[in-house]
């Protein structure tokens, strides 16, 4: 294929991405909010009697949160598109680390994709059934509890942690993305592996701090990142690269 083709290419890509990034972090951002006001602190996520409780006397409940894992999940589909767009960006950088740890962003999103849609259906099917068990199969329920595909949410990130902190540096080095962009990826990337660590170590406080701060950086990295890629700056993977930012 000819530089041109490859470029034009590029370029479509990065359009794609752009879009479709920006669409993710905005959806992520509301599900997000929705989620806190919403779900948060308003029953014991350990609970199925709780979840129950909450879902059956608030007739909005369980609407909302279906919102919330559907948004989730249509967000991470869409972040793919961004993590390929900003992939051919950074592949001249460091192309063995921009495929890996790309690889697992996609991985990563496709946690939370399939683990929103399970939770949703698993959870809801729990809740809503339960006060038509009797005595001892609610009991029994309540001693198994809800089953989810990344409950302690060290999956996530730590597949997609490695994808910020790894892109953020990279850019950061060559000039790829807008300096403040990159030192958010660079962050992000370092609180999500923070968390898996500190989750592990069962520091509770550092866990919330840092699952936070990747939660609240995780949609403004998604926004930023396409509307940079919006700008039509190109750099294609196989010439050389587009004049780096200072």
């Known amino acids: 294929w000819s530089p041109r083709k490859r470029g034009l290419e590029n370029t479509a890509m ?8 920006i669409l993710s972090g905005t959806i992520f951002l509301v599900s997000g909010v929705a989620f806190f006001l919403s779900q948060v602190g308003r029953f014991d996520w350990n609970s199925v009697k709780s979840i129950s ?18 948004g ?3 967000a991470s589909l869409l972040a793919v598109a961004g993590v390929l767009a ?6 001249t950088a ?3 680390l921009v495929r890996w740890t790309g690889t697992l962003a996609i991985i990563g999103y496709a946690i939370i ?8 259906y698993q959870i809801k099917r729990l809740a809503l059934g339960y006060g038509h068990l009797d005595a001892a199969a609610q009991q029994a329920i309540e001693v198994i509890g809800i089953g989810s595909l990344d409950p302690t949410l060290r999956l996530r990130f730590l597949t997609i942690g490695p994808w910020f902190l790894v892109a953020g540096w990279l850019a950061l080095r060559h000039g790829r993305l807008p300096r403040g962009l990159a030192t958010l990826g660079v962050i992000a990337g370092s609180a999500a592996l923070f968390f898996v660590a500190v989750s592990l170590l069962e520091l509770p406080t550092l866990t919330m701090a840092a699952g936070a701060l990747a939660v609240i950086f995780h949609p403004l990295w998604l926004i930023w990142t396409g509307i940079v890629l ?6 294609d993977s196989h010439s050389k690269p587009a004049q780096p930012y200072p």
């Not at 990065?14 to 990034?21: K, Q």
């Not at 409780?53 to 559907?70: C, H």
């Not at 994709?113 to 949703?120: E, G, P």
């Not at 919006?230 to 750099?235: A, D, I």
């Open 113 to 120: 994709a399939i683990t929103n849609v399970a939770d949703l």
């Open 230 to 235: 919006g700008r039509n700056r190109p750099t």
């Open 94 to 96: 460091g192309e063995g």
């Open 14 to 21: 990065a359009r794609v991405g752009s879009v479709c990034s």
């Open 72 to 74: 989730a999940a249509v």
């Open 53 to 70: 409780d909450y879902l059956t006397q608030d007739p909005v409940a369980a609407t909302l949160w279906t919102l919330v894992n559907v």
């Open 86 to 91: 900003l992939s051919d960006r950074l592949r």
